[in-house]
């Protein structure tokens, strides 16, 4: 299984989509394993958005996540950061297709209602960086029989 770590961004928090977005994490069959609201700071985002610091819209990017407070999240699943980023569509809100949740609540770039790891290695160090230990949640879901099938859970057990 993996973790992937979900920003719902400011644009979505005063547009009040964050149950709709946490809805449809939640029916994808996804399993929340941390939550909080967090007022996301500029050193943090210099990290997080390291990858961009030599854009022109990088400090524009940084005022902006940290102008209100976002949702963050660590999610769980078979292939969670795949299953993620394809929930979530391509950056531009005007490219990503309906379906999508930046095609169907984004027509722009950076106010894009959520960001979501890009890869194994970004998302264990985002969920180090904004999360500690004691917020992250083991549990046994209850609907966990119904979601993966019974190969799938064997691969968790650590079959191949
Ligand atoms: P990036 O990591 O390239 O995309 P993604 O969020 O899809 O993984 O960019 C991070 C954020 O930077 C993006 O969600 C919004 C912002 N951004 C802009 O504001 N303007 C831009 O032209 C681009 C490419 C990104």
Same mark, same amino acid.
């Given at each position: 299984?993996?973790?992937?770590? +979900?920003?719902?961004? !400011?644009?979505?928090?005063?547009?009040?989509?964050?149950?709709?977005?946490?809805?449809?994490?939640?029916?994808?069959?996804?399993?929340?394993?941390?939550?909080?609201?967090?007022?996301?700071?500029?050193?943090?985002?210099?990290?997080?958005?390291?990858?961009?610091?030599?854009?022109?819209?990088?400090?524009?990017?940084?005022?902006?996540?940290?102008?209100? !407070?976002?949702?963050?999240?660590?999610?769980?699943? $078979?292939?969670?950061?795949?299953?993620?980023?394809?929930? +979530?569509? !391509?950056?531009?809100?005007?490219?990503?297709? !309906?379906?999508?949740?930046?095609?169907?609540?984004?027509?722009?770039?950076?106010?894009? +209602?959520?960001?979501?790891?890009?890869?194994?290695?970004?998302?264990?160090?985002?969920?180090?960086?904004?999360?500690?230990?004691?917020?992250?949640?083991?549990?046994?879901?209850?609907?966990?029989?119904?979601?993966?099938?019974?190969?799938?859970?064997?691969?968790?057990?650590?079959? $191949?």
């Amino acid at each position: 299984m993996e973790q992937t770590l +979900v920003i719902i961004k !400011p644009d979505a928090v005063n547009r009040a989509l964050v149950g709709e977005v946490i809805k449809r994490f939640e029916n994808k069959g996804l399993q929340i394993k941390a939550m909080k609201m967090h007022m996301l700071q500029p050193y943090a985002l210099k990290d997080h958005y390291a990858h961009l610091k030599e854009k022109g819209f990088f400090e524009e990017l940084v005022k902006y996540m940290s102008s209100i !407070p976002s949702i963050l999240m660590v999610l769980k699943g $078979k292939e969670a950061i795949k299953v993620v980023r394809t929930m +979530v569509g !391509p950056t531009q809100g005007r490219d990503a297709l !309906p379906g999508t949740i930046r095609g169907d609540y984004s027509v722009s770039n950076q106010s894009n +209602v959520v960001h979501a790891s890009e890869n194994k290695k970004a998302a264990k160090a985002e969920i180090e960086r904004l999360f500690s230990k004691e917020e992250i949640f083991d549990y046994r879901k209850m609907n966990f029989d119904w979601i993966y099938s019974k190969d799938e859970k064997y691969i968790e057990k650590g079959g $191949k």
